[in-house]
């Protein structure tokens, strides 16, 4: 049974900077996909970043220049690294682990942690 539990969330100002881990635990892959989800109410979950197994990196748009992924695979964890953040970041942040298609997209698979929220003050 997969198991995913993020934590790192909390408050924080607008400009500031906050790192969130994803600890994955019953994977058959020492270094499993793992992506970083969004969410804010009444909205579906966007895709913030993704770390293939490979290693390589995917960001939205949104984010790109701003937020840094990164895994330890001794501690078997996925980091978030948010700076700039601003006010439009605050959400429950997620991560999953999913799979990766031939053209590099990530796609969700049904493994999900819990969630931790992010909320930016002005």
């Known amino acids: 049974q997969v198991q995913l539990v993020e934590s790192g969330g909390g408050l924080v100002q607008a400009g500031g900077s906050l790192r969130l881990s994803c600890t994955v635990s019953?994977?058959?892959?020492?270094?499993?996909?793992i992506g970083w989800y969004l969410q804010v109410p009444g909205m579906r979950r966007e895709l913030c970043a993704a770390?293939?197994?490979?290693?390589?990196?995917i960001y939205a748009d949104s984010v790109k220049v701003r937020f840094t992924i990164s895994r330890d695979n001794v501690k078997n964890t996925v980091y978030l690294q948010m700076s700039s953040l601003n006010p439009e970041d605050t959400a429950v942040y997620f991560c999953?682990?999913?799979?990766?298609?031939?053209?590099?997209?990530?796609?969700?698979?049904?493994?999900w942690g819990q969630g931790t929220q992010v909320t930016v003050s002005l």
């Open positions: 999953n682990q999913g799979l990766v298609g031939r053209s590099g997209t990530y796609y969700p698979d049904s493994y």
């Open positions: 019953g994977s058959t892959s020492s270094t499993p996909n």
């Open positions: 770390i293939t197994s490979g290693s390589s990196k």
